[in-house]
């Protein structure tokens, strides 16, 4: 039952080229720091990532794309990663954009073992084209299917060795729906503890859906875009 791996390099030792793999974050917030400077190590290619976004270029994701380890990415906008943006445009690099509700409902989907569903969003746009359509009700809907992955690296606050993990605040953002889709979720928690520490009513991601997890290092937490409150409340 102990799921404790050692390093991040042990963590992603069965990732292999051509690998799909779900990122979890929201720009710079909650994503899985360590794993990914893991598999940068690696250099295993041929990658695709379900990601929100990919950050920024030299940190997370982009640290990826800089290595050229990433064929696809399927997100739902390009960002502030300029480097992401010059791939799309040369050619280097696939995308897939999906709306954001859309992207959450599909790795919902998938985790939950939902064949698809029906949405407005998108309908009449290039999101739609080559895909099933259906009026409900007077209004027109498009058929979108699950995303799944072969693995999903997720970021969470505290975890125990049997893999429960409790995210914290806005971090928590797409981690808790990936870890459900991936079919090898790999976690990593700023603090391992003994798993009697933890509220079971708090857990947000129970251990079943996890199969790895270690304490990380060493956390940057970039801030992706600064504001500063000026001149008092």
Known sequence: MNKVVATPAEAVRNIQDGAT????????????????????????RDLTVMSNNAGVDD??????????????????????????EQLVLSGELEIELVPQGTFAERIRAGGA?????????????????????????GRMYVLEKPLKADFALVKAWKGDNWGNLVYRKTARNFNPM???????????????????????????????????ILEGKAYEKRIEQL???KGGA
Do not use: W
């Open 21 to 44: 793999i779900m990122m979890g974050g929201f720009g710079l917030c909650g994503i899985p720091e360590n794993l990914i400077a893991a598999l940068r190590k690696t250099g295993v």
């Open 227 to 229: 504001a500063v409150l």
């Open 113 to 137: 073992g939902i064949a698809g569903f029906f949405t407005p969003t998108g309908y009449g746009t290039l999101i739609s084209e080559g895909k099933e359509t259906r009026e409900i009700d």
């Open 59 to 84: 940190f997370g994701i982009g640290l990826l794309l800089q290595t050229r380890q990433v064929k696809k990415m399927i997100s739902t906008y390009v960002g502030e990663n300029k480097l992401f």
């Open 178 to 212: 990936m870890a459900t889709a991936g079919k090898v979720t790999i976690a990593e928690v700023e603090e391992l503890v003994d798993r009697a520490a933890l509220d079971p009513d708090s857990i947000h991601t129970p251990g079943i859906y996890v199969q790895h």
